[in-house]
């Protein structure tokens, strides 16, 4: 069964500096798609990022990227330049296979907090 | 701006009230989900409708009923709750397709208080 594991319930950053939110996940699946996710306080998730098992680069969006290290089972967020509008939840995701289901299993989550 | 609008976004309701929770996706999307989110807990799928029809059921009590009219809209029917029924509850879409690489897009989220 696949698994994502994010280990660190809380992390703090300074503004206007980088931070790396952890990942790892577990499947025995050769295809699968990896998902970050934003949820402020407010509720809503934020689609940040996606990362395809077959993708040989690591995936970028603004000041978001993805490091993807396969043989590790990591994908692991990078926030560059932090703004004290990042503070929030974080979640990784993975998706099974279409012919499994195609569902998105979520990690524990990390609380991210940009001090000013 | 998202795709997904969910309403209401906040509800209180007693044990014995019936209500419904609706979402509308904009995106032209295939496939619709209910998620449940607890207090600092990840994400617990409930229901997932793919072209109208419902392709999984986790095991979620008879309490919580589903119902896809059509491609774009969702409805969550709850009735009898108990207060352990309080939570967030996010409702998504997707496009979905054999590729498997399908991005979810959620709505706000309703916050339910069972009282």
């Known amino acids: 069964a696949q698994k994502i594991t994010q280990t660190q319930p809380g992390m703090f950053v300074q503004e206007k500096e980088a931070v790396t939110l952890d990942c790892t996940y577990d499947?025995?699946?050769?295809?699968?798609?990896l998902f970050w996710y934003k949820q402020p306080s407010s509720g809503e998730m934020i689609f940040l990022i996606y990362q395809g098992s077959y993708d040989e680069q690591n995936a970028t969006e603004g000041r978001y990227s993805l490091n993807f290290q396969k043989a590790r089972k990591s994908a692991n967020l990078v926030i560059s330049a932090s703004q004290l509008g990042d503070s929030a939840m974080y979640f990784c995701?993975?998706?099974?296979?279409?012919?499994?289901?195609?569902?998105?299993?979520f990690g524990q989550g990390t609380e991210l907090s940009v001090k000013p | 701006e998202t795709g997904v609008t969910q309403t209401p976004r906040h509800l209180v309701m007693g044990m014995t009230n019936k209500k419904s929770l609706k979402c509308e996706q904009h995106?032209?999307?295939?496939?619709m989900y209910w998620y449940k989110q607890s207090a600092k807990k990840p994400l617990e799928l409930m229901f997932v409708y793919s072209l109208e029809e419902r392709v999984e059921n986790n095991s979620v009590p008879s309490r919580f009923s589903p119902e896809c009219p059509n491609s774009s809209h969702l409805f969550l029917h709850l009735h009898t709750l108990q207060p352990e029924d309080s939570a967030l509850y996010l409702c998504?879409?997707?496009?979905?397709?054999?590729?498997?690489?399908?991005?979810?897009?959620f709505g706000p989220g309703t916050r339910l208080l069972v009282l």
């Open positions: 995106l032209g999307h295939n496939a």
């Open positions: 499947t025995s699946d050769q295809s699968y798609g």
């Open positions: 998504a879409s997707s496009q979905d397709g054999l590729a498997g690489e399908e991005t979810q897009y």
């Open positions: 995701a993975m998706r099974e296979p279409y012919n499994q289901g195609g569902k998105l299993i």
